[in-house]
């Protein structure tokens, strides 16, 4: 009799846990000889949460924009990413990283945010560089 109580219990219990792979620090390869590049992270703003860009070099780079793309477009609350195009400055010698550094949070609770920091290298030859989203 008790085998068949705990059991429910137990299943009920394992359906709740999910595993969440959170690393603090990704990092991405892009062709050098590329002006443009992008930035996806995955992003859910029905939450209230939302990327910020909180820093960058801007002597190298210039954000040209950020937009959320929903995976779902038609299911209200969909979480998707958000993409961050960023342009390559005319006359730069790039070097071979760089780290742009992300905060995810709702704006009025950003002690509850986490930071994401994105390291970027740079290499000559690749042609990996991910379309610009819009053009």
Known sequence: MNKWILLPGLLLFSSCYAAVYDSPEMAMT????????VISLPSNPTTGYSWTLKNYNSNLFKLLSSQFHPLKPKLIGSGGKTVFVFQVLKGVKLPVRSTFEF??????????????KVRVNFQKGLNTAAPVIGE
Not at 30 to 37: C, E
């Open 103 to 116: 905060f995810y949070a709702r704006p009025w609770e950003p002690e509850n945010g986490r930071t994401q």
């Open 30 to 37: 892009v062709d050098s000889s590329q002006s443009r590049f």
